[in-house]
């Protein structure tokens, strides 16, 4: 059998993250209250209600819960797993990852754990890992899957998102080639993709939320369009009321062009500290 171990940073569907033969690796929120376990220790609403007077810091997963999710899946009978990570140019996690998985093969001779790094964020990377968890439901051998979840990686999987305020990226040392000089009160909005070097980067600025989502949207569509789909997918960071408005018309807009199966999800609270309220993200993967 093969197994699939990610980080709760991919935020992937719940029915993936349901399966038996696919571990969640949490990444770890510190407060001056205290670490918590990404989405299991603490609720959103919590972390908001904190992040109103301070900002919390992110770090990454424990040795021991790395360890956990290889070990669960090696006792099950997975022998061969596929490791899926957000981009290492936004987090350590993925070398993390690495570094004890080969730890962990030194103890267990006919296991064989492979290693991706999406170059991607949130379900930019868990669509990849939707992907594999299908390609095995369908029998497909670990070296066909293996390459096929690499090719994907730059070339396959898009992101686009846009953030009421660049505080929180900021204040986190995520900034990457985003304009940190983009103004809170000119009420300029960037719309923020992952490049093929693994970071942020803005592809264009908007004034207001609603252009700039509208704006966000087209991009998605130039992506698309001499492609053909496999998965797209809208997360927004809460659901508001406005988040959920832009959430609604963005679907609404998706169905117009045809689209009809968008998945909806929200983002792990690891990458709210870095977002603050009000994300909306859209991802594809194509075939």
């Known amino acids: 059998m093969i197994g699939v171990v990610v980080d709760s940073g991919t935020d992937i569907p719940e029915d993936i993250a349901k399966r038996d033969n696919v571990e969640i690796v949490p990444l770890r929120i510190l407060t001056d209250n205290g670490e918590y376990r990404d989405n299991i220790d603490i609720s959103t609403e919590e972390l908001f209600e904190y992040m109103e007077n301070k900002i919390p810091k992110t770090s990454l997963p424990t040795n021991e819960d790395i360890i956990r999710a290889y070990t669960d899946l090696y006792e099950k009978g997975c022998k061969e797993i596929i490791c899926i990570n957000i981009s290492s140019g936004l987090s350590g996690t993925s070398n993390s990852m690495r570094l004890a998985g080969e730890e962990f093969k030194k103890e267990h001779d006919d296991l064989r754990i492979e290693f991706v790094d999406t170059k991607s964020i949130s379900i930019g990377s868990g669509l990849i890992a939707k992907k ?61 993709t992952v490049g093929s070097d693994g970071i942020y980067h803005t592809v264009e600025k908007k004034r207001g939320m609603k252009r700039t989502v509208s704006v966000m949207f087209d991009k998605m569509m130039e992506f698309l369009s001499d492609k053909k789909e496999q998965y797209i997918a809208v997360y927004s960071s809460d659901k508001g009321e406005s988040t959920a408005e832009h959430v609604k018309k963005l679907l609404e807009k998706f169905k117009e062009k045809g689209f009809k199966n968008v998945l909806t999800g929200t983002i792990s609270q690891s990458l709210v500290v870095h977002t603050g309220k009000g994300l909306i993200g859209i991802a594809a993967l194509v075939r």
Request: net charge positive.
């Open 132 to 192: 594999i968890v299908e390609e095995i439901d369908a029998g497909k051998n670990f070296d066909v899957i293996l390459s096929s979840a690499r090719i994907c990686v730059n070339s396959k999987v898009k992101v686009f998102f846009t953030i009421p305020t660049l505080k929180y990226l900021k204040a986190g040392g995520r900034i990457g080639k985003v304009s940190g000089t983009i103004g809170d009160f000119l009420n300029i909005k960037p719309v923020i």
